[in-house]
């Protein structure tokens, strides 16, 4: 049976959510100060804003509006998913010519010209969001609070939990999602799955063990083509291989992306002929993953591992530090708010695993957590689900929504970042540390907030990540980089007078 075709039955427990048949919670006003036809309204609106001069509007101005039409473009999708959830549920599609479709996602391909794939997402974030036990999703989306995106990750990422492990643990998931990129939020769902549904996890895990392979094949073209799916921790080590290979040589260095990986992966096998492997960083090539001390030891409540491709099992974990060197750091997390509403502050204990350089072996470096300090529940009361997810929550790393933490000083008097300093700041920082930068851990370089040549210490305190474009940016682009008591930076660029587009003449 094709998962798209319609079907007009309701989920058990959830009703059907059909927004244009149910009156407005307003009280009842006068019949003309309705609009008779509210598609009809809009698309004069939508006119009317089309028709409008933009070249005399200000930059703030402007700035503002492309902000707000976006987040009504957002709340404007979210209804029209709820709106195609309840034509699914009834199974109109085709009803406007008298006809059945085979499926709702074939007519929306048909009538809208939409791609296979995004007709069919858009037809099971609908279901899940307007039919299943994300009621809090569907909220958030149609007020606008998160995205088309975060509902459709959402969706995704609790489409094959049970609907009341589903259900319980939305409220924790729609925090974040209020709080995180899609992205991230994808990454922390995959974190936290571990922790609400341990046994279907096991079966995933197994499962894409199972699809792993690489195929290469030749074309008529004489060129081999190379496909494949690989593990979260062989990719990220493959990647981690990769990576200073596939750098540009130069600003003149023309090939794209791919190409220059497919170079990078020849290159690298000419290298290990003669036993030689590329550096970055400072170190040779290494696989980072942070790992709090109860997935390592095997604890309950563990969220397993992090990496930059995804979320490792605590099982996973245990088995790369098997044959790899185990750092430990000790953090401190900032003072946050428990669940009970008073401030905390967590000391916690952190570690990095390592081991071989790769691609020969593997180096894993994590974060063991240790909390000292933890929301106290009744030792009688199993604490609920919600409550184990925002205790696992709050053991991601700043860049997943957890608090910001704070390694012991590693460092030491002179201007060279040591090894040790460099694992520190992966733990702290996990990659560049400007707010609007998404650039990896491997394109960075250690910063220091007061430079050396100005007394400035080499330690924790004193440094930070920061990409090769943003390191420029505050040497020789006059930004300044700072970091406040909360232990957040904030990057501020020059000031400069605005920009005039259209400068007013006497």
């Given amino acids: 049976m094709d998962s798209n075709t319609h079907s007009a039955r309701q989920s058990s427990g959830h009703p059907t959510h059909q927004p244009t048949e149910h009156p407005t919670q307003e009280p009842a006003r006068p019949r003309a100060g309705l609009r008779e036809d509210p598609l009809a309204a809009l698309a004069a609106d939508v006119d009317a804003l089309a028709a409008q001069d933009l070249d005399g509007v200000t930059d703030a101005v402007l700035a503002e509006r492309v902000l707000a039409l976006r987040r009504l473009v957002d ?38 010209r939409m791609g296979p794939g995004t007709a069919h997402h858009a037809v099971r974030t609908a279901r899940a969001v307007f039919r299943g036990p994300l009621t809090q999703t569907a909220e958030a989306l149609t007020a606008g609070a998160i995205s088309p995106a975060h509902a459709g990750v959402l969706a995704a990422g609790t489409d094959d939990l049970p609907v009341p492990t589903a259900a319980e643990a939305e409220p924790v998931l729609v925090e974040a999602a209020m709080r995180l990129d899609p992205p991230r939020l994808r990454r922390v769902i995959g974190h936290l799955r571990l922790v609400a549904d341990p046994d279907g996890e096991h079966n995933r895990a197994e499962r894409r063990h199972q699809q792993r392979g690489l195929w290469l094949s030749p074309t008529l073209d004489n060129l081999v083509a190379v496909d494949g799916l690989l593990e979260a921790e062989a990719g990220q080590t493959l990647l981690a291989a990769l990576e200073p290979l596939a750098r540009p040589h130069s600003a003149e260095d023309d090939r794209t992306g791919g190409q220059r990986r497919a170079d990078a992966l020849v290159e690298l096998a000419r290298q290990l002929e003669g036993g030689r492997l590329p550096v970055t960083g400072g170190v040779r090539p290494q696989l980072t993953v942070m790992v709090d001390l109860a997935s390592l030891q095997g604890r309950p409540g ?67 957590h240790h909390p000292d300090h933890h929301q106290h529940a009744d030792p009688d009361q199993e604490p609920t689900l919600a409550a184990q ?99 957040r930076f904030a990057a501020t660029p020059p000031h400069r007078p605005p920009h005039r587009r259209h400068p007013t003449t006497a």
């Fill in 75 to 112: 709340r404007l999708e979210g209804h029209w998913l709820a709106e195609l959830a309840s034509l699914d549920a009834r199974g109109a599609a085709g009803a406007e010519d008298g006809i059945q479709a085979p499926s709702t996602a074939s007519w929306l391909r048909h009538r809208l």
């Fill in 302 to 368: 563990g969220v397993g591992g992090v990496t930059d491709s995804g979320p490792l099992g605590p099982a996973v974990c245990q088995r790369l530090a098997c044959d790899g060197a185990v750092t430990r750091v000790l953090v401190t997390r900032q003072p946050t708010h428990h669940g009970n509403g008073q401030p905390g502050h967590d000391h916690q204990g952190c570690g990095e695993p390592g081991g071989q350089d790769h691609p020969e072996g593997h180096q894993d470096s994590g974060s063991h």
């Fill in 389 to 487: 997810l925002r205790t696992a929550a709050h053991l991601l790393p700043p860049n997943l929504g957890g608090p910001p933490s704070q390694p012991l000083d590693v460092g030491r008097t002179t201007r060279v970042v040591s090894p040790a300093q460099r694992h520190a700041l992966a733990v702290r920082d996990r990659g560049c540390v400007v707010s609007s930068c998404d650039r990896p851990l491997a394109w960075c370089d250690a910063h220091h907030l007061i430079h050396w040549l100005q007394g400035g210490p080499t330690d924790l305190a004193n440094l930070a990540l920061l990409c090769r474009a943003h390191h420029r940016a505050v040497h020789e682009g006059g930004w300044q980089l700072t970091r406040g008591p909360d232990g």
